[in-house]
């Protein structure tokens, strides 16, 4: 498997899946959204001026719900979609990190698991609770960032580290 | 410079016509979209923060008065306020990740097995998406639902996502075809982006990766200690702007933190998200430099100016809590700064674009 193919490939499905996501979620989620949210608030508040303290809480509880999912869900459209340009980006200047071609495969695939793994978890977190989705959501990030701190050192050597 | 151009023509080694449309119609919507998040922060973002924080300190009053109806009516103008910032800072977003995603389209036409026709194709459905998109996105505020069929869908939205639509197909397509050209044995159906601009494509790589970095690294650090915190706190400060207001008291104390956290979030965040986007662009614009038909100062020149302004914006958005409005006045000139660079390279696209027609003509 070549590293620099792995990256574009990703990287572009990853992009679809991201504008995909990104699409349905304009579509069918967000406006429904933002109403709930809104319409949470609102509630907290004319609850409260009608003196109705436990009905206002449960409202506000509401809209601290659904912000936390809003949040989340458009985090994900962006995250998935920035880290699949960067991708393509670092694959298209794959030829210029100094390391190994295995080292460089090696590179590539944290780079993809991370870019895919860490939007994912923080989309489990809007489904599933508990640890699992923020375990996800922690090693793709940390993949990601040791990926990136690996291609920079490969990309500043003179020169190509022999197989 | 001409008989460098006239040797690469000889020898094919210059981007076709779909690759330079997309150079310079990426580098506008990035140009276009930074120029509007500009021309926003300045003269819409801190208006509209204060105009939110007024309604919300009236909603308050309107609890503490009894006043249910009230609320109704100043939360549907709330209602507005927000889309009305939330749209302007998704054309920002939208039009410039557009203009990124046309950049990285060029870069991979070498690889994409279609005929030069259907990749000019593609290439002009893209741009003008890319330009549509945010252009809905910016009416949805101003249309809203009028003679919409739908309850919830106006006909700016439908506009803009038409235009998200047909930038998943060209995508679509053009991973298929790069697809295609990867599982044959077919050569390049144009020669790959020369590398002959070492000083340029080093500093940008090496420069832009590290901005990334920095943005992910600033990123991690603020979901794990800042974005909960700042969830829980949002609740706590509605939880106490409610109760004071149902005791008749002033919640002007309340609505004042939560203004000052609406603030706090949106620097951290816009900090985060503009060191990447500005690392990104480093990065791509390395591919470009071949294509910058200008002298090597004035290459170098750009290069720094985009630099500089790339760390200024978001180290002084970041500051903007502590400093106030002078660091939002540095962190615009950062933006403008960027702003300039980029047009000082497309300058130098298209007079490279100019010149190759000129020698075509000749030849």
């Known amino acids: 498997m070549n590293a620099q193919r792995l990256l574009i490939s990703g990287g572009l499905i990853l992009a679809a899946i991201g504008m995909i996501y990104g699409l349905y979620y304009a579509l069918f989620v967000e406006h429904q959204t933002l109403d709930q949210m809104g319409g949470s608030l609102a509630n907290a508040f004319m609850a409260a001026a009608d003196r109705r303290i436990p009905q206002s809480d449960s409202a506000l509880a509401d809209y601290t719900k659904s912000k936390y999912v809003y949040v989340r869900q458009v985090d994900v459209h962006s995250h998935w979609i920035g880290l699949a340009m960067l991708l393509i980006a670092l694959g298209a200047s794959w030829g210029h990190v100094r390391f190994s071609s295995r080292t460089r495969l090696w590179v590539a695939i944290m780079l993809l698991a991370g870019s895919f793994a860490f939007p994912l978890g923080v989309l489990l977190q809007t489904t599933f609770h508990g640890p699992l989705p923020s375990a996800v959501a922690i090693a793709g990030s940390a993949l990601v960032i040791v990926a990136l701190a690996l291609s920079i050192l490969g990309l500043s050597m003179k020169n190509r580290v022999e197989e | ?363």
């Open chain 2, 1 to 363: 410079m001409i008989s460098q151009l006239s040797h690469r023509l000889n020898t094919s080694s210059v981007p076709t016509s779909s690759t330079r449309l997309l150079i310079i119609g990426g580098i506008t919507l990035i140009g276009g979209g930074m120029l509007f998040g500009d021309i926003f922060a300045v003269f819409v973002l801190h208006q509209n923060g204060g105009a939110t924080g007024e309604a919300l300190l009236a909603a308050s009053h309107a609890v503490a008065l009894g006043d249910a109806q009230s609320i109704k009516t100043i939360f549907g103008h709330i209602g507005g306020l927000l889309e009305d910032h939330g749209t302007k800072v998704d054309t920002h977003v939208h039009m410039s990740d557009a203009g990124y995603l046309a950049l990285l389209l060029a870069l991979v036409q070498p690889y994409v097995a279609l005929s030069e026709r259907r990749k000019k194709q593609l290439a002009w459905f893209f741009i003008a998406a890319g330009i549509c998109l945010p252009v809905g996105i910016f009416l949805i505020h101003y249309v809203g639902l009028a003679y919409s069929p739908s309850p919830v869908i106006g006909w700016a939205s439908v506009l803009a996502d038409s235009a998200g639509g047909i930038l998943i197909a060209v995508l679509v397509i053009e991973s298929w075809a790069l697809w295609k050209h990867l599982n044959s044995n077919d050569s390049l159906s144009q020669r790959e982006f020369p590398h002959d601009r070492d000083w340029e494509q080093r500093v940008l790589l090496s420069a832009g990766a590290t901005l990334v970095l920095l943005g992910f690294i600033y990123g991690a650090w603020y979901a794990g200690v800042d974005l909960y915190e700042h969830e829980a706190r949002e609740t706590q400060i509605f939880h106490s702007i409610l109760s004071v207001a149902s005791q008749n008291g002033d919640s002007t104390a309340g609505v004042n933190s939560y203004g000052a956290l609406a603030a706090e979030k949106a620097v951290k965040v816009a900090a985060h998200s503009h060191i990447i986007e500005f690392g990104l662009l480093a990065i791509l614009l390395s591919f470009v430099q071949p294509y910058v038909y200008l002298s090597p100062l004035w290459r170098r020149r750009w290069i720094l100016l985009f630099l500089a302004g790339s760390l200024i914006l978001p180290s002084f958005v970041f500051l903007e809590t502590k400093l106030g409005l002078l660091a939002g006045g540095i962190a615009d000139i950062g933006g403008l700064m960027v702003i300039i660079a980029l047009a000082g390279m497309l300058a130098g696209v298209i007079r490279y674009t100019g010149a190759l027609e000129a020698i075509e003509q000749s030849q």
